[in-house]
């Protein structure tokens, strides 16, 4: 089982709606997690961080994390083709792997005019 | 203009050459990471350093080398015993260990 797992994408929102992107991890340990962005041929660009059970909310964006569940989400509200990209969700490792930041496999979202 | 910077954004290797790659930072931050990203694919950690003159291997550490001499910069060595290096390499760096990173702009190494 991969440590952080994505859902599959691509995932095709039109203008104006909701994006749900969402990851699942496996190590119970992981304390914080991040939400990146990252358009084609680009490095990634941060865009949430989420430390505490519960939902952040930042501009357009909401982040929410589950620990019971062991998953963490990211709403992105008022979709526009600008948000077009591939999300990253990350999580640090626990225990004697801390400092490890990883990476879920990404998923692709395309919003359509 | 405070941020990470990777040199060169391209490069280009004969199979056989050892190649190094450059990451600088001016954000004060003691951690510094690399990853490698192939199409399609999520990021990888090679290394990370969590502070100056220490480094831990990450993931895919073999075929690769780092050092840590100055806070501000973190440079990755390809050898010629990786056996894939073509590829996007990342450098990163964060406050401190298991806060938010900041990626640099990437290089992408073709080698050939």
């Known amino acids: 089982q991969k440590e952080v797992e994505q859902n599959s994408g691509p995932l095709s929102v039109p203008e104006g709606a909701i994006a749900s992107l969402n990851c699942t991890y496996s190590?119970?340990?992981?304390?914080?997690f991040f939400w990146y962005r990252q358009y084609s041929g680009k490095s990634p660009e941060l865009i949430m961080f989420?430390?505490?059970?519960g939902d952040k909310e930042d501009g357009r964006f909401t982040a929410q994390l589950n620990k019971a569940s062991q998953y963490v989400s990211l709403l992105i509200r008022d979709s526009q083709p600008s948000d077009s990209a591939t999300y990253l969700c990350?999580?640090?490792?626990?225990?004697?792997?801390?400092?490890?930041?990883?990476f879920g496999q990404g998923t692709i979202l395309t919003v359509h005019p | 203009d405070g941020g990470i910077t990777q040199s060169p954004k391209y490069l280009f290797r004969k199979e056989g050459q050892n190649v190094t790659l450059s990451c600088e930072q001016n954000?004060?931050?003691?951690?510094m990471y690399w990853y490698r990203q192939d199409p399609g694919q999520g990021l990888r950690l090679i290394y990370y350093?969590?502070?100056?003159?220490?480094?831990q291997k990450g993931d895919i550490a073999e075929g690769y080398s780092v050092s840590r001499e100055k806070k501000e910069s973190f440079p990755l060595t390809v050898t010629s015993a990786q056996k894939n290096p073509t590829a996007f390499y990342l450098c990163?760096?964060?406050?401190?260990?298991?806060?938010?990173?900041?990626f640099g702009p990437g290089t992408r190494l073709t080698v050939t």
């Open positions: 990163a760096s964060s406050a401190r260990t298991g806060t938010e990173q900041y």
């Open positions: 190590d119970r340990g992981s304390q914080s």
């Open positions: 989420i430390y505490s059970n």
């Open positions: 990350a999580g640090y490792a626990g225990g004697t792997s801390y400092g490890k930041l990883t």
């Open positions: 954000l004060n931050h003691d951690a």
């Open positions: 350093s969590q502070i100056v003159n220490d480094f």
